[in-house]
T-cell receptor
Framework: GAVVSQHPSRVICKSGTSVKIECRSLDFQATTMFWYRQFPKKSLMLMAT?????????EQGVEKDKFLINHASLTLSTLTVTSAHPEDSSFYICSARLHDSYNSPLHFGNGTRLTVT | SQKIEQNSEALNIQEGKTATLTCNYT??????LQWYRQDPGRGPVFLLLIRENEKEKRKERLKVTFDTTLKQSLFHITASQPADSATYLCALAGMDSSYKLIFGSGTRLLVRP
């Protein structure tokens, strides 16, 4: 149980276009999902907390108009990178908790490798 | 500010030996600490959670210790195997919200056959 599916796994886009990444909890419901970004050989950086039915909570320094998050159902959160630029190229990973408990471990998707040319 | 430190240099050991990875943190008193494994190009996978009132936690060949005085957690893999080669991340709850997990930069483990 507790499978998180992320799609696409890889995407290449041109500078100035927008890219949408989907994150689904396949066998459980998630009121909260977390979006992370990871640079090569670096740690995961929390970008935002996605809340079902309400606005996402963004971490300091993350542009909410650049990284649009929608959590329209209990099993789906989407991250849209708008007007992408080469510096947005990165590995984006979503996660969710099986249980809504603060110490419940995170279950991660397999990430999306975004390359902006 | 809260800081989580893991050895950035890869740990290279011989198969069968015990691997010991370190996670140090500053300016925070977390209620619990988690360890994850990450393979290249994949999302992290949860391994173990240890609470502040627990000194040690074991799961099969894995052992985690948590010293809140030293502000340090040690992660051990006994009888290591080449399949254990991966990056291991420690994670703590964020200072402003226990629901958010903040990760260390990870330590890459290489187990030689």
């Amino acid at each position: 149980g507790a499978v998180v599916s992320q799609h696409p796994s890889r995407v290449i886009c041109k500078s100035g276009t927008s890219v949408k990444i989907e994150c689904r909890s396949l066998d459980f419901q998630a009121t909260t999902m977390f979006w992370y970004r990871q640079f090569p050989k670096k740690s995961l950086m929390l970008m935002a907390t996605s809340n079902e039915g309400s606005k996402a909570t963004y971490e300091q320094g993350v542009e909410k108009d650049k990284f649009l998050i929608n959590h329209a159902s209990l099993t789906l959160s989407t991250l849209t990178v708008t007007s992408a630029h080469p510096e947005d190229s990165s590995f984006y990973i979503c996660s969710a908790r099986l249980h809504d408990s603060y110490n419940s471990p995170l279950h991660f998707g397999n990430g999306t490798r975004l390359t902006v040319t | 500010s809260q800081k989580i430190e893991q050895n950035s240099e890869a740990l290279n050991i011989q198969e069968g030996k015990t691997a010991t990875l370190t996670c140090n943190y500053t300016n925070y008193s977390p209620a619990y600490l988690q360890w994850y494994r990450q393979d290249p190009g994949r999302g992290p996978v949860f391994l173990l959670l240890i609470r502040e009132n627990e000194k040690e936690k074991r799961k099969e060949r894995l052992k985690v210790t948590f010293d809140t005085t030293l502000k340090q957690s040690l992660f051990h893999i006994t009888a290591s195997q080449p399949a254990d080669s991966a990056t291991y991340l420690c994670a703590l709850a964020g200072m402003d919200s226990s629901y958010k997990l903040i990760f260390g930069s990870g330590t890459r483990l290489l187990v030689r056959p």
